[in-house]
Nanobody, 125 residues
Framework: QVQLGESGGGLVQAGGSLRLSCVAS????????MGWFRQAPGKEREFVAH????????YYAGSVKGRFTISRDNAKNTVYLQMNSLKPEDTAVYYC??????????????????WGQGTQVTVSS
């Protein structure tokens, strides 16, 4: 089992920045890919970005590419999501996720095996 714990959400004005953190515990070595999804009220959960532990390969959704950066600290079993130039449409609950499948370019939520509880990000206009 893998446990994921997110932190770093909050309220920020449009154009501002936030950094989310996700700490993995348990059998985290079994999940080579970790990433972030988000879900806004009334919308489906959508992929944001993920990173592969072994080579730091990354993959981003088009809507956040160039504004968000995902990174990891292997020693701390932690993945970060630096979010810059935030927009009101980025408002959502952000979920950390991890999976056993190491393929970088599969981003469906169903391909993930473990999920965190989520952290709220609210961007005011």
């Amino acid at each position: 089992q893998v446990q994921l714990g997110e932190s770093g959400g909050g309220l920020v004005q449009a154009g501002g920045s936030l950094r989310l953190s996700c700490v993995a515990s348990g059998r985290s070595f079994s999940t080579p890919v970790m990433g972030w999804f988000r879900q806004a009220p009334g919308k489906e959960r959508e992929f944001v970005a993920h990173i592969r532990w072994t080579d730091s390969g990354t993959y981003y959704a088009g809507s956040v590419k160039g504004r968000f950066t995902i990174s990891r600290d292997n020693a701390k079993n932690t993945v970060y999501l630096q979010m810059n130039s935030l927009k009101p449409e980025d408002t959502a609950v952000y979920y950390c996720a991890a999976r056993r499948n190491s393929y970088l370019y599969a981003a469906e939520s169903g391909s993930y095996d473990y999920w965190g509880q989520g952290t709220q990000v609210t961007v005011s206009s």
